[in-house]
């Protein structure tokens, strides 16, 4: 009978330089311990502690790790813990009790997922984000090899990154005193965002506008890009004209995937996903004009005629309904997105009051 596997492992340090590759847990024996940077042993990560960890992934998809301390730091244990999704952390002795009181960011141990962000030292710098308590004094002017690369004001804190080719300095003048400095309330990894549309269409109310009847149907949206690609099953039926004005593509079709991006954005019926990326307004219709291709530069001619074009498509499709453009003071055609945001800041009383997505566009 095979023994039950644990959560954790101890990880046992070799001095001289040499790491300690360790098995999963349930496997308490070793391998030999090879010198850094050894074929074969795939990436390494440096841990907010300076701490270098050598992650190999094996073929039955188990992660062995290897931990190489920093310098002065060959009596520190380390723990291995197997998360969620085969995701490995290797959590040093000395930041378990900030981890424990929640003043470290977990995924910064997180070896996995250090690998799968790019965070692997192949960069020099470990990117992070220290917040504030309230009100009180930032010390991250006195950090040691850390540099404050933004201010983050809205949620108090500042975006940072760590040196990693100082070791542990950052780490020693971060806990000293084996507690963070006075002021800081908590660091976290800046870890890369990965938006999607079971995320950002929900985060914008669709949902909401869904069930009050709001789908979409009935409306026509021109796409004015690299074309769309109609055989797409979230986008099936729903491309009711499509023309090409770069003369690259008789049949208006994307080669580049951008305006497909955009169509399902709009309109995605889910299909493809079983409904989990649904666009924001899945009953909508869609008008695909051609102005941009894979090596064409989309000239002014191109997006005019596109934009006179999906004009009259809109008559032809929505016979009572009139597409307008719709010019408001500030918000000038090709005008950079920044004017349009303040524009919408500006006016967003009264687009609180519009219905749900798809409505009054040009309608009255």
């Known amino acids: 009978m095979h023994r039950r596997r644990t959560l954790t492992a101890a990880l046992t340090v070799l001095a001289l330089g040499a790491f300690l590759a360790v098995t999963r847990a349930a496997d308490a024996r070793t391998v030999a311990a090879q010198p850094p940077g050894a074929a074969g042993i795939g990436p390494v990560v440096t841990l907010i502690t300076g701490d270098r960890i050598h992650v190999l992934r094996q073929p039955d998809g188990e992660v ?205 019926t889910g299909a493809a996903s079983n409904g989990r990326f649904r666009g924001v307004a899945p009953d909508a219709n869609l008008v695909s004009g051609k102005v941009y291709g894979r090596r064409l530069p989309g000239l002014r001619d191109h997006r005019g005629h596109g934009m006179d074009r999906a004009e009259g498509t809109r008559g032809e499709h929505e016979p009572r309904r009139q597409l307008q453009r719709r010019h408001r003071p500030g918000i000038a055609r090709g005008e950079h997105a920044d004017g349009a945001v303040r524009h919408a800041v500006r006016h967003r009383g009264r687009q609180q009051r519009h219905p749900g997505p798809g409505v009054h566009t040009g309608q009255r």
């Open 64 to 268: 062995s790790v290897g931990v190489e301390p920093a310098p002065g730091r060959a009596d520190i244990g380390f723990q291995r813990l197997a998360g969620i999704g085969k995701d490995v952390s290797v959590i040093p002795a000395d930041a378990a009790p900030l981890l424990a009181a929640g003043r470290l960011d977990p995924r910064l141990f997180n070896v996995t997922e250090l690998v799968r962000e790019g965070y692997t030292d192949a960069v020099p710098t470990l990117p992070l984000i220290v917040t504030y308590d309230t009100g009180a004094v930032r010390p991250m002017a006195t950090a040691r090899a850390a540099t404050t690369v933004r201010a983050l004001p809205s949620i108090n804190g500042a975006g940072v990154r760590q040196e990693k080719r100082q070791g542990s300095a950052f780490w020693t003048w971060l806990t000293g005193s084996h507690r963070l400095p006075a002021g800081i309330r908590k660091v976290w990894l800046d870890a890369r965002s990965h938006p999607a549309l079971d995320v950002s269409v929900p985060q914008i109310g669709a949902p909401a506008a869904w069930a009050l009847g709001f789908t979409g149907k009935g409306v026509t949206v021109g796409v004015l890009d690299t074309g769309i690609k109609a055989d797409h099953p979230d986008l099936a039926g729903k491309v009711v004209e499509a023309k090409d004005f770069t003369d690259t593509s008789p049949d208006a079709s994307d080669d580049v995937g951008h305006g497909t991006h955009v169509a399902g954005i709009i309109a995605g």
